[in-house]
């Protein structure tokens, strides 16, 4: 059974950090591109990075660049994502989710597909870590 599960997120003060992990079992995730997506409340759910299979390309949306880095370590089965600095617009339930057409091309332009369109790309989600940022 195809699955990801999501791990590492909590309550953090503003300027804090927190790991997040996307855990893949029955496949093999190192051949696929994954991404992250975030959905706050009342919001449509966004992309905030993507990594290519190979992790050679890594994107991030604007609002997280230079404070978010997206990692993977394919023999662990595990993409991670490293959130610094982080602010309480990074309020959201976290996912990882996996191009299960490998036809996804991982770039700043795709990370802001609408979520509608990334549908046809990610077949495989995992259910969600709460991440707050709140004082």
């Known amino acids: 059974q195809l699955q990801l599960v999501e791990s590492g997120g909590g309550l953090v003060q503003p300027g804090g950090s927190l790991r997040l992990s996307c855990a893949a079992s029955g496949f093999t995730l190192g051949y696929y591109a994954v991404a992250w997506f975030r959905q706050a409340p009342g919001k449509e759910r966004e992309g905030v990075s993507c990594i290519s299979s190979s992790g050679d390309s890594r994107n991030y949306a604007d609002s997280v660049k230079g404070r978010f880095t997206i990692s993977r370590d394919n023999t662990k089965n595990t993409v991670y994502l490293q959130m610094n600095s982080l602010k309480p617009d990074d309020t959201a339930v976290y996912y990882c989710?996996?191009?299960?057409?490998?036809?996804?091309?991982?770039?700043?332009?795709?990370?802001?597909?609408?979520?509608?369109?990334?549908?046809?790309?990610?077949?495989?989600w995992g259910q969600g870590t709460q991440v707050t940022v709140s004082s």
């Open positions: 989710a996996a191009d299960s057409t490998t036809t996804y091309y991982c770039s700043g332009d795709t990370l802001g597909h609408s979520y509608s369109t990334a549908l046809l790309f990610f077949g495989s």
